[in-house]
């Protein structure tokens, strides 16, 4: 599935200080269910952040600080990990964190 | 997965939820400090006109009056200039608006920053003044570091930086310097002040201005501004800002004060103005003792002791004895320097620099 993700705040430089990535997720879902943000999170994980995770995740979620938007719209308004996402979206991360 | 609708807003249970406000365009986020779905033309007005009545229903500022906006490049401070800069122009508050700018020196960091600070000149409109250690104090971040390593370094920048705004402010001769510190920022530095025991600081903390008796008064119009929704505005606007940490070592301690209402936001939203609110209505105990506000025997500057902690700083790099004025301190008064000796050995990554937040 093709994807573009943006990361932001700062978040670029855990991932070789790109923004943004077009990416091919060949996550296989079980059994036709949807890919979602959880499963990206954790291919993310595994396959963009080059160094300190820890700023990036808590658990299986994204650090508290850091914002999600799916196709331009704040995740808490889709379901967060729950989300589903299709062919074309884009996924942003933000951090607060840094920077005042 | 299937083929793509033709229309983007599918799917995602809610993703295609009206705006409560308009109730006609798509909703783009949700309001921590309401809960309110929003589109995003609806949050930019109520983004806007929020500040605009803290602005009006406190009075900080009059007409006439020449404001300094302390400018870092990062994303409040950014928000700060261009939310100023447009409320002065369609509310009519007859200000004069300058970006103040403070150069610590640190190569790789600050000089980055302060590209965006100049790039934001041009794009607000507004005139541009930095002030520099090297100038003040004839030392640069870079040099302090080299002379005493990455220990306490924070306290040299945080106290330079504090009276280097001030400085700044006078040199343009403003009435009254604006700083971007927002409701998080804020109810981050209630707990610090409680964890610290400082209660000179805990009574000033969530107050909106500052320093009304002396030079330069300040003022933080974000004070019930979410973080979230600062960055959420410089997103959708697109706005320039910068955001890496400093190279020297940030400050654990305040560190931990933020990831801890960082996770009490995402449980109770609420929580932030909840704190700001325990803070604002602290009754401190009329036996406990304030320290006298004097001025520094040396510079002038405003200082509880006969030195200001910048000249005792000052002193002790000039005569090779940086540990002069680091550690135990005398009374309640003493600042900053008392989270940075928390924080050795500890690598953390996470927060904002630290010296940012001036309180």
Redesign the interface.
Known sequence: ?QLTLEF???LE?LCNSVKIHNVDVDLQSQAGE??TMKDLLAWVHTNLIKE?P??FMKGDTV???V?V??????W????QL???L???DSV?F??????? | ?????VV????????G?QCTICNQR?????RPKTLE?ICRECFYVVFEEEIHRVIVDNQLFKPGERIAIGA??????TVLAYVLSELNRRHNYELDLFLLSVDEGITGYRDD?LETVKRNEIQYGLPLKVVSYKELYGWTMDEIVKMIGLKNNCTFCGVFRRQALDRGAALLKVDKLAT??NA??IAETVLLNILRGDIARLSRCTSITTGEDGPIPRCKPFKYTY??E???YA??KRLD?????CIYSPNAYRGFA??FI??L??IRPSAILDIIKSGEDFRISTSTKMPEQGTCERCGYISSQKWCKACILLEGLNRGLPKLGIGRSRGITTDRSNDMKQSNGIKN?????CG??DF
Do not use: W
């Open positions: 599935m932001g705040g700062g430089l949807k890919l300190r820890e700023m650090r508290p600080g914002l938007l799916v196709n331009d719209c704040d808490e308004l889709s379901g729950d989300t589903t299709g062919e074309k942003v933000i951090s607060t964190l840094h920077g005042g | 997965m299937q083929e793509a609708d983007k807003p599918k799917k995602n249970i809610g993703a939820r798509r909703a783009a986020l949700k779905q870092s490049g990062g994303k409040d401070s920053s971007g510190h998080d920022d973080e979230k600062i960055v959420m997103y959708f800002y910068f955001s890496t940490e933020r990831e960082k996770d936001e995402r990554i996470q927060s904002k620099q940012t937040l």
